[in-house]
């Protein structure tokens, strides 16, 4: 995975629950980030963390949650307040300051039935 | 916030010509600019990047230009091949508070018709 273990590969959930996915990064990259995949609508940005126990809302955080106890770790919760969560979900992590790329993990298919 | 704007959505070329795609961008404090291309069940990779104080850069067949004046930057491939199929994006970042963070275009699918 380049670094970047997103599990699972597939998810299935029942409408009403919660879930969570894993992104654990061996990197040592300081930044981590969650973006959203839809056909046509690009990558859109849902949470990004910079250290430890500190994190931003992106674009499209509403419905969603996370949490950053460790660097190497940063979990996505989709809530049963996200109104469309069938999506596929990328995480990102970015080097030390100064070194702007990002690298995605493979990714998350969540369908919800 | 930052919006990132890209067009077309879809692009069609024939094998051994060239292709451009446009972004523009919303926020004049966005200072770099990275494409990223997404193979067919792949994870986005970067492809090629610029910096707001550079105007043009180039690798090989592929080519970025950005105008911080239009706020618009573009990715240009030349003697386009098969393997350039794939689904291409744009990007703006901007910094606050140490806090990088990256806007992305909504993707243009390109085909490369042999």
């Known amino acids: 995975d380049g670094g970047i273990t997103q599990s699972p590969k597939y998810l299935f959930r029942k409408e009403g629950q919660n879930v969570t996915l894993s992104c654990e990064q061996n990197?040592?990259?300081?930044?981590m980030y969650w973006y959203r995949q839809d056909p046509g609508q690009g990558l859109r940005l849902i949470y990004y963390?910079?250290?430890?126990?500190?994190?931003q809302k992106g674009d499209i955080a509403e419905g969603y949650s996370v949490s950053r106890e460790k660097k190497e770790s940063f979990p996505l919760t989709v809530t049963s307040a996200q109104k469309n969560p069938t999506a596929f979900y990328l995480c990102?992590?970015?080097?030390?300051?100064?070194?702007?790329?990002?690298?995605f993990g493979a990714g998350s298919r969540l369908t919800v039935l | 916030g930052e919006n990132v704007e890209q067009h077309p959505s879809t692009l069609s070329v024939q094998e051994g010509d060239s292709a451009v795609i446009k972004c523009t961008y919303s926020?004049?404090?966005?200072?770099?600019f990275p494409w990223y291309k997404q193979e067919l069940g792949k994870r986005p990779q970067l492809i090629i990047d610029?910096?707001?104080?550079?105007g043009e850069k180039k690798d090989q067949r592929i080519a970025v230009t950005l105008n911080k004046t239009a706020k618009h930057f573009s990715l240009h491939i030349t003697e386009t091949q098969p393997e350039d199929s794939a689904v291409y994006f744009c990007?703006?970042?901007?910094?606050?508070?140490?806090?990088?963070?990256?806007?992305f275009g909504i993707g243009t699918k390109l085909q490369v018709i042999p």
């Open positions: 990102a992590t970015r080097g030390s300051s100064g070194a702007n790329v990002l690298t």
């Open positions: 990197l040592n990259h300081d930044a």
């Open positions: 963390s910079q250290i430890v126990n500190d994190f």
């Open positions: 926020d004049s404090a966005s200072n770099y």
């Open positions: 610029i910096r707001s104080n550079v």
């Open positions: 990007a703006a970042s901007i910094g606050s508070g140490g806090y990088q963070k990256v806007t």
